[in-house]
């Protein structure tokens, strides 16, 4: 396998996490305690649910 490079620089967590969403990608959830939640970075992208 051969990876390339589709950056001219080193992606923020914000700039990878907007390819990711620009193709479709969904965060999913993870069962806690305190109830099912997103997680990670994406979490910031998510509103909260009250």
């Known amino acids: ?3 390339v490079a589709v950056w001219d620089h080193r992606p923020t ?4 996490l ?3 969403l620009a193709r479709g990608w969904e965060a999913t959830t993870t069962a806690t305690v305190n109830g099912d939640i997103i997680l990670g ?5 998510v509103p909260r649910r009250c």
């Open 41 to 45: 970075h994406a979490a910031c992208r």
């Open 18 to 20: 907007d390819a990711r």
């Open 1 to 3: 396998m051969t990876a």
């Open 13 to 16: 967590p914000d700039e990878l």
